[in-house]
């Protein structure tokens, strides 16, 4: 993970100056990436003047590389992404410098990101069109955002921003942008990711109102995906099949008699062989060192790191339980797997009045909330389905005090330009959560995980229908309109979760990998009828 910077205006004599944007944005910039932080500030044309910033997470490669990357040509690159598979995935080179010479030998810029499996957001300069081309993946799994000034003829780019900054934006997880730079004003072109629909016409012409620009609509990058045709009801076959299952309270004969049928089978088998490769790559590709070895290392120090390298944000859940039972079989047997659990102060009154002479006492404050519970009852399952491993069970209470300080100071700024009180709601768990700061259970020693690495379950309810309210869809209007809804709240997964997940999550210096996101899972998923799933 890394933070990202880009600040592009207009040619004078105090273009050389740090603008008021990096000197808000610097601190949550830096904090994203602690292993190394760069400045670079170029002429790129006769009119328009650049400064680019990062700060890395060193996660792929052998050695550490320093951004901004620019090659022989003058072409700048920013990249905060992972390649985890298809044709540019290298196991022992950086992808930085994978992607940087793609986009060197390549002319064609839109080709080369066609074919990135993996998350990213990212910032190119091609020097030889003076194209500034900037977008996020087609899921939208990493933060970007973007600020227009077209008075003053100012673009600014960043991972992450404050709330001091007015007027900033969520670039959409729609398509790759691209400013043209021979020209003497702001101006931006969008090649889409999918052929565009009404969604997407909704989206680009809010930008262009936002930013005062307007977004020229260059060719579709990707083909069509195939959709699932309407009037959709599941075959007698299958009807039958499920009312003839046994009715018990617990799932223990339920589920295999299912897993004879042989469709059902074959595709839970070839779900869970692609689950298992997007856990594993997102387990294996990292540098052997934890949060504090590897300090050491970048120090020149030798070091053999033994301890935590993956925590995964543990709710007890379906999703939660699965990504930690695969986990399992890809991290080595003498390393901890810390499960992190987080939960808030209960709002109770903390005092009681004495039943004999009416004095106030104190009581403990509780944190025993429902996913405490199932955390810890799934935990225990794990211990028995998986007793050579060493958990960690790692409780992160957060009081009433600590959320307010934190909420007003830190996570606000992380939000932004996200602010409804359930995005804060969220982003105070994950954030608290992924700080990762606690005590241990049963031994309750006080605990900071230093893995640099978190598995979240991000996605699993969009795909498969885990919400309440698609249960509710399905018994009033039917399986057309659910769906709809999947289809539809995949489409704004990136604008209602990811990007916000992600800024909070890296603001601890981890990053966030979300296998139920992998787009070979995604696509599976999608072609399935809702039934199915």
Known sequence: ???????????????????????????????????????????LTKNWFGHFAASVLWMQGSSLTVQ????????????????????LAQDDICDTKVLLNALQSLPNIISVFKEI???????????????????RDIIGRHSLLLKSNTDENILTLTSVANKQINGIVEVPAI??????????????????????????????????????????????????????????????????????????ENSYTTLPYFLQNKDIYERVDYLSQLLHKAVEVRVKKQPKFCKNCIELFLHGENVICEHTKIGILFSGGLDSAILALIADKYVPQNEYIDLINVAFEKSVNTHKKSNTNNERQCVPVHYDVPDRKTGKQTFSELLKICPKRKWNFLEVNVSQKELQKYRSTQICNLLYP???ILDESLGCAVWFASRARGTLFMSNNVYESPCRVLLLGMGADELFGGYMRHRTILKYKGWNALAQELSIELARISERNLGRDDRIVSDHGKQSRLPYLDENIVQYVQQLKPWER
């Open 1 to 43: 993970m890394c933070g990202i910077f880009c600040y592009i205006s207009q040619n004078h004599e105090n273009n050389a100056k740090v603008s008021n944007e990096w000197n808000v944005c610097k601190d949550l910039i830096v904090a994203r990436g602690p292993d190394k932080v760069t400045e670079k500030f170029e002429h």
């Open 68 to 87: 901004p990357a620019i090659d022989s040509m003058g072409n700048i690159l920013l990249w905060n992404g992972d390649i985890f598979s298809g044709n």
């Open 117 to 135: 499996q993996g998350p990213f957001s990212f910032i190119y300069f091609q020097k030889s069109s003076n194209l500034l081309y900037f977008g």
């Open 175 to 248: 398509g790759i942008f691209v400013m043209n730079l021979a020209n003497s004003g702001v101006n931006l072109a969008c090649y889409p990711w999918r052929e565009p629909d009404l969604r997407f016409t909704d989206v680009i012409e809010a930008l262009e109102t936002h930013l005062s620009v307007d977004i020229d609509i260059k060719k579709t990058i990707l083909e069509s995906d195939t959709l699932v045709s309407l009037h959709l009801h599941p075959n007698i076959e299958d009807i039958e099949y499920f009312e003839n299952s046994p009715y018990f």
């Open 418 to 420: 996200l602010c409804t």
